[in-house]
């Protein structure tokens, strides 16, 4: 008989602390960090009176896609000086996400709570920073009393803005980004255990029914690689809303 035993969910989820305070997490946004730094350091430094080729071109495409699929599309031309931000952003989450599918690491750094939760209490502060620089305190009255409606309405519409616009946010961004990487951690684990139990069971007749869960474990590895560079889109990508919009509430 099958018996299959889920570990406990902290087990999926972590190594062994490396040393006290720092784990598989803390070890995957480390090198997610240093990957991304070397990366635009060595294209930052190369030869650029030639055509880019390398990780001089490969850094140049990354650059593009955020400059052309990101900001212009939210900010529009005057958002290029957040290139360096939102940039560092998504390169890194998208790192951070990346090690979920890779064999032995299969740990999304951003499957944790922690990491996700300060990302978007940095954007948070950054898009508030930016809507008092621009706007001084009529970013608060711009944002809890939009213009057009009418004043009895604001008695509902004020609390509803203040929600949504200062603690909805960053709570979403935060939720969204964790809560789809760790499910797609569950699931690959999940396949990969029964995959396993099957085809190394007991039972030579259940080998053959383990070809199912791994075909499955195939396809959902190959999803979380979409899944991977989406989920850094989005969360950049509603970064740069918010700061546009703090920036030009007209917009």
Not at 80 to 87: D, E, I, K, S
Not at 124 to 140: E, M, N, R, S
Not at 196 to 216: R, W, Y
Request: hydrophobic share 55%.
């Amino acid at each position: 008989m099958l018996a299959l035993e889920f570990p406990p969910i902290n087990e999926i989820l972590r190594w062994q602390d490396v040393f006290p305070s720092f784990n598989k997490v803390a070890a995957i946004s480390v090198l997610a960090a240093l990957i991304a730094s070397v990366i635009f350091i060595i294209a930052g430094n190369a030869d650029g009176s030639k055509a880019p080729r390398g990780v001089r071109n490969f850094a140049e495409a990354i650059v593009e896609f955020v400059e052309n699929q990101i900001i212009m599309p939210t900010m529009g031309s005057s958002g290029r000086g957040w290139t360096p931000f939102l940039l560092s952003l998504f390169s890194f989450i998208y790192l951070c996400n990346v090690p979920g599918i890779i064999p032995i690491i299969q740990m999304p750094a951003t499957a944790r709570m922690a990491l996700p939760l300060f990302l978007s209490l940095l954007v948070w502060v950054v898009f508030i920073g930016v809507g008092f620089k621009h706007q001084g305190l009529g970013y608060l009255k711009n944002s809890l009393f939009p213009p057009g409606v009418p004043a009895p309405l604001y008695i509902l519409v004020t609390p509803i803005e203040f929600i949504s616009t200062f603690l909805v946010r960053p709570f979403s961004l935060t939720v969204r980004l964790f809560a789809n990487m760790l499910a797609g951690h569950i699931l690959l684990v999940t396949f990969a255990l029964l995959t396993k139990e099957l085809v190394q069971g007991d039972s030579v007749a259940l080998i053959p029914v383990g070809i199912l869960p791994f075909f499955m474990l195939v396809f959902l590895t190959a999803f979380e690689v979409l899944v991977a560079f989406l989920q850094a889109y989005i969360f950049t990508i509603l970064a740069a809303v918010y700061i546009g919009g703090a920036a030009h509430p007209e917009h």
